[in-house]
C-alpha cells in the first residue's frame, strides 16, 4: 500500500476492487481547511470517469503494470495474438482493448500491450498505419471539385474515405484513432 502522496498523472491504481487511470491529479489546500488531493481517474474496463477526493494520509494500492512492445501476429476468434520482440514468448489479447483501431492492424504491426499480473489491459495502436487499397471505384474524368471523397477498401479489410486521385493499389497513410485518410504514401 501507498500513500496518496505517491500518485502521479498516469498511475493506475487498484480503485474499489477495479482498475483505474489517473488523467488529472491535483494538490488542493483550500483557505485553513485540511489540504487534499483531488483525482478525476477513468475505470480501464468500463472507460467511465470517477472523481474523488484522497485525503494526504489515505492508503491507495497502485498497480504495477508492465508496457511492452509486442508484434501483431494473427487473429484467433475475439482475441490478436501478439508475440513479445524480445522473448518471443506469445499472449492472447482482447480485441475490445484496442477500440475501433483493430480493424487497421495488419499482420507484423507492432502494438503496446500493458499488463498487470499477467492479464492484459490495455492495449495502443501505432497513432498511423500504411495500408494498400485493395478495392475503390475508378476517379470520374471532369469529377474534380475540391474535397471530393470516395469509399476505398484497404487490405485489412477496413472502408475509408479517400480523395479521387487515390487507386487501385495505391498505399496510403490512415490516421488509426479517427479513420480518416492522412496522405498517399510512395512505395
Known amino acids: 500500500m501507498s500513500k496518496a502522496s505517491e500518485i502521479r498523472n498516469g498511475s493506475i491504481l487498484r480503485f474499489n ?20 488531493y483531488q ?12 472523481e ?6 489515505e492508503e ?12 501483431y501476429l494473427y487473429d484467433e ?26 480493424k487497421f492492424l495488419k499482420e507484423g504491426t507492432n502494438v503496446i500491450v500493458a499488463f498487470e499480473s499477467g492479464e492484459p ?7 498511423s498505419v500504411e495500408l494498400e ?12 471539385s475540391s474535397g471530393a471523397m470516395k469509399k476505398a477498401t484497404v487490405e485489412t479489410g477496413a472502408e475509408i474515405n479517400v480523395p479521387l486521385f ?6 496510403v497513410k490512415v490516421d488509426t484513432t479517427t479513420g480518416n485518410y492522412v496522405e498517399r504514401v510512395k512505395k
Do not use: C, S
Not at 474523488?52 to 494520509?57: E, G, H, M, N
Not at 487499397?133 to 474534380?144: F, N, Q, R, S
Open 60 to 71: 491507495v494500492e497502485i498497480a504495477r503494470v508492465e508496457t511492452n512492445d509486442y508484434q
Open 166 to 171: 487515390i487507386n487501385l493499389g495505391d498505399m
Open 17 to 36: 476492487g477495479e482498475l483505474a487511470q489517473v488523467e488529472e491529479f491535483i494538490h488542493r489546500t483550500p483557505g485553513n481547511l485540511r489540504a487534499f
Open 77 to 102: 476468434g475475439n482475441d490478436l495474438v501478439v508475440m513479445d520482440n524480445n522473448t518471443y514468448d506469445q499472449f492472447n489479447v482482447p480485441k475490445t482493448l484496442f477500440g475501433n483501431a483493430v
Open 52 to 57: 474523488y477526493r484522497f485525503r494526504t494520509d
Open 121 to 127: 489491459i490495455m492495449g495502443q495502436m501505432p497513432n
Open 133 to 144: 487499397i485493395t478495392y475503390t471505384e475508378p476517379a470520374v474524368k471532369g469529377d474534380t
Open 39 to 50: 483525482a478525476r481517474m477513468r475505470n480501464i474496463k468500463t472507460g467511465k470517469l470517477i
